[in-house]
């Protein structure tokens, strides 16, 4: 069966950091592109990070660029995402996905959601960012 399954969110005071885990089951990790996304309430879900086959290159969407840093553990079929200086703004469940095309990293990353091709999705994960 196949698991994604997020953990590290919670609360977390304005200026604060947060590091995010995806932790991938029943996948070949090296095979698939992982990435972050996020839905914040009454709004679309959105790209955040997304790193290549195995752990490879970072990329970035406007909201994770500057303030995350994706990166990945080939022996714990995992994928991290550090954010730092966390805003109100930043208040959302946030999305571990794996998909075994690049589009993951690209247009599904660079776009608006709902990514209805997109190949697995964890449960999600809220972050809360309080003043």
């Known amino acids: 069966e196949v698991q994604l399954v997020e953990s590290g969110g919670g609360l977390v005071q304005v200026g604060g950091s947060l590091r995010l885990s995806c932790t991938v089951y029943?996948?070949?990790?090296?095979?698939?592109?992982i990435g972050w996304f996020r839905q914040a309430p009454g709004k679309e879900r959105e790209g955040v990070a997304c790193?290549?086959?195995?752990?490879?290159?970072?990329y970035y969407a406007k909201s994770g660029e500057g303030r995350s840093t994706i990166s990945g553990d080939n022996a714990k079929n995992t994928v991290y995402l550090e954010m730092n200086d966390l805003q109100p703004e930043d208040t959302a469940t946030y999305y571990c996905?794996?998909?075994?095309?690049?589009?993951?990293?690209?247009?599904?990353?660079?776009?608006?959601?709902?990514?209805?091709?997109?190949?697995?999705w964890g449960k999600g994960i809220p972050v809360t960012v309080s003043s």
């Open positions: 029943g996948l070949p990790f090296g095979d698939y592109y």
């Open positions: 790193i290549g086959k195995g752990g490879g290159f970072g």
């Open positions: 996905a794996a998909h075994r095309e690049f589009r993951l990293c690209g247009f599904y990353l660079l776009s608006p959601g709902p990514y209805r091709g997109v190949d697995f």
